[in-house]
């Protein structure tokens, strides 16, 4: 088992940055994948990101490819995704998400393992 706690959130101006952080406990010494999803309201959550355990590869969705980048440190069990140039189309709740992988692309699906979001609003 894994659990994740999100955190990082908040309200940001148009054009800014913003870090989520996402801490992993409990089974953390085997091989896993992180991702980060969002879910804006009234939409099906979506995928954002992934890295694989190594931390080599990533993986991101079209709408925020060049803006945002997945990181991990795995001496802190910490996962992170640097939003830059932000819209208020990013504006939706975070969530982070782990899985049992190890491969190098990880992609978007068979996430396990998740957190209860972070909020992030984007302001014009």
């Known amino acids: 088992q894994v659990q994740l706690v999100e955190s990082g959130g908040g309200s940001v101006q148009a054009g800014g940055s913003l870090r989520l952080s996402c801490a992993a406990s409990?089974?953390?010494?085997?091989?896993?994948?992180m991702a980060w999803f969002r879910q804006a309201p009234r939409k099906e959550r979506e995928f954002v990101a992934a890295?694989?355990?190594?931390?080599?590869?990533?993986d991101y969705a079209d709408s925020v490819k060049g803006r945002f980048t997945i990181s991990r440190d795995n001496a802190k069990n910490t996962v992170f995704l640097r939003m830059n140039s932000v819209k208020p189309e990013d504006t939706a709740v975070y969530y982070c998400?782990?899985?049992?992988?190890?491969?190098?692309?990880?992609?978007?699906?068979?996430?396990?393992?998740w957190g209860q979001g972070t909020q992030v609003t984007v302001s014009s």
């Open positions: 409990g089974r953390t010494r085997s091989m896993y994948a």
């Open positions: 890295i694989n355990w190594s931390g080599t590869n990533t």
């Open positions: 998400a782990a899985k049992y992988y190890s491969g190098t692309n990880p992609g978007p699906g068979d996430y396990d393992y």
